[in-house]
């Protein structure tokens, strides 16, 4: 979404790297997907049973700026799902305290927490600039006020609720699906619909929904899967079983054609990692066909201009989603195929340059870098070398 990059959101740091390794490593997302993330501004509305772990897991997954809006107090009967909190802070604001545990987990993102209730008065305040709203509140008059809202900011509303066993999830964006009008067009009558407080509701059940929330907000935010929009997520935990009802949008909020929903990320980002430019002298090159193991920490004291070949063995989509900067790709089924009808050395030759003096194997962990450098160290009269713990190794130091 466009005010992604507004925010300068350009890089990631080698801690930043290292803290969001087994994000980055699947195909799906990779740099551009977790960038898009740093850059997101994400509102929360209620630091309660939903709002608490879905904001810890948007926190963990590298939302750049959370704003948890709460005006309530830590209670020590809500701890059960309120797990964002801990006993030392009953009493405390909601939101303080949400927005302590937030920083505790994550360093990197910046947590604005705010102790106001909800209002028509504040709340387009409250969501100017956001890229989506997370509505955790526990009341039909905040739900209809944060659709309104939404609507006019033209941004996703992911919505749910829970009681006792049972739970509805699911994504509204005015002019591209329905919206919460669209679910419930008129608020029940007061008293007629119990709360948690008097229906009473198991804290796993805050867990599980809450969680599918910010994986809602995951996929719109990076364009990766596809929303629960236009359908009503029904999910019961007696039985554990999700089904789903479709939604259709009123006459008044029919879809635009051709609505811009956000964009996939690509599917060839570019490397970002970069060996460290301090100077090593390794071993003497082996005479023997026998591959030795490298460490992540060995790699990275590499020179530049050591001449080594960094061969990654993983599949082409994965190598597309992130790798290490300079390596070169070949996959493990297509060096298995060659090394079978006795066109691996050729396939060598043709991947790796004869000016390499070292050729340093890795895959995600070490399965297949074994695997591979079996196949090619008995080709070869340089040195072949495995890397101890793959890119995950990598991007952890």
Known sequence: MSSHTSRGASELSAAERAFYSRQLILPEMGYEAQLALKGARVVVLGAGGLGAPALLYLAGAGVGQIVVVDDDFVDASNLHRQVIHTHARVG???AESAAESLRSLNPFIEVLPVRERLTEENVDDLLSGADVVLDGSDNFESRYVVSAAAARAGIPHVWAA??????????????????????????????????????????????????????????????????????????????????YIPLVASVQAQPKKNADLPAKTSQ??????????ISRDFANPSTDSKPRSMSAQDLKKVSLGENIALLDVRE????????????????????????????????????????????????????RTVEAAREIAPLEKRSVYMLEGGISAWLTV
């Open 92 to 94: 405390n604001s909601k």
């Open 316 to 367: 082409q989509v994965e190598f597309n989603a992130f790798a290490i900067e300079g390596a070169i790709n070949l996959p493990l089924t297509e060096l298995l195929e060659a090394a079978r009808n006795g066109s691996l050395k050729a396939l060598i030759e043709r991947k790796i340059p004869a000016n390499a003096q070292k050729i340093v194997i890795y895959c995600t962990g070490y399965t």
């Open 162 to 243: 829970i009681l006792g066993f049972d739970a509805q999830l699911s994504v509204f964006w005015a002019e591209h699906g329905p919206v919460y009008e669209d679910l419930y067009p008129h608020a029940p009558a007061a008293g007629s619909v119990p709360s948690c407080s008097t229906a009473g509701v198991v804290g796993a059940m805050a867990g599980v929904v809450g969680t599918a929330m910010a994986m809602e907000a995951v996929k719109l935010l990076t364009g990766v899967g596809e929303p629960l929009m236009g359908e009503v997520g029904l999910y019961s935990a007696l039985n554990g079983r999700w089904e």
């Open 268 to 277: 060839n980002p570019k490397n970002h990692v970069t060996i460290r430019n």
